[in-house]
């Protein structure tokens, strides 16, 4: 699977955009994108996929980039309950493909 | 609630023991992955069952060992615990590759805390 990488971290002020960024420059053409998050200690939550299309859910926005290369997950309206680890993985179409988590990006939502 | 059950919450034993972890997968769900926390680590993936059988392994160390049971719940064995074995122990489960939504969408439980003294 292709590698991500993440900045480490992240500040973002309660009621604006938090846009997450990250990068998957060796991706495959039949891979996709994930966003997950771990809240403090809790198990990680899954948040939103994308293949090549934009996508929106309840929770977030996920924009690709048109080479695939890159990603942005944005949080509309971030509220502290956001702040979290925020993890962006690549992973073939399989059910037998685990996703790998790296380090992820810590978000702090800041009153 | 996530749907996924794993016990015990918290377990505190000593070094040279051997513990069990339990995992209850969603409704519905086929498949079981184990993923070990450790501060200095961060998520790393253990096994994955599907259905019964072992589909994937990932940095599972000899000393650990899991299965998948007829209903689907799964078990992870952890012997001869080392200081180095104290993590966050997370199963997670999902249906499979989906083909309508070209997903395999992993459903976390709340883990497993694991000290070994």
């Known amino acids: 699977d292709a590698k991500t990488t993440q900045p480490p971290s992240m500040d973002c002020a309660e009621g604006r955009a938090a846009n997450l960024p990250c990068n998957h420059s060796t991706i495959s053409g039949n891979e996709y994108v994930y966003w997950y998050r771990q809240i403090h200690s809790q198990g990680p939550q899954y948040i939103i996929h994308?293949?090549?299309n934009n996508e929106t859910n309840e929770m977030a926005s996920l924009i690709i980039t048109e080479d695939r290369k890159s990603s942005t997950l944005i949080l509309p309206h971030a509220t502290l309950r956001d702040t979290a680890v925020y993890y962006c993985i690549v992973s073939r179409p399989s059910g037998n493909t685990p996703l790998v988590f790296g380090k992820g990006t810590r978000l702090s939502v800041i009153a | 609630d996530s749907g996924v059950t794993q016990t015990p919450k918290h377990l505190i034993t000593a070094t040279g023991q051997r513990v069990t972890l339990r995992c209850s997968p969603r409704?519905?769900?086929?498949?079981v992955y184990w993923y070990q926390q450790s501060l200095d680590q961060g998520l790393q993936f253990l096994i994955q069952?599907?259905?019964?059988?072992?589909?994937a392994k990932g940095n599972i160390l000899e000393r650990f060992s899991a299965q998948q049971f007829p209903d689907l719940h799964s078990e992870l064995n952890l012997s001869s615990l080392e200081l180095g074995d104290s993590a966050l122990y997370f199963c997670?489960?999902?249906?499979?590759?989906?083909?309508?939504?070209?997903?395999?969408?992993?459903?976390f439980g709340a883990g497993s805390r694991l000290t070994v003294l």
């Open positions: 994308g293949l090549k």
């Open positions: 069952y599907y259905n019964g059988e072992e589909r």
């Open positions: 409704s519905g769900d086929l498949s």
């Open positions: 997670a489960s999902s249906v499979g590759w989906s083909r309508s939504s070209g997903a395999n969408v992993l459903t």
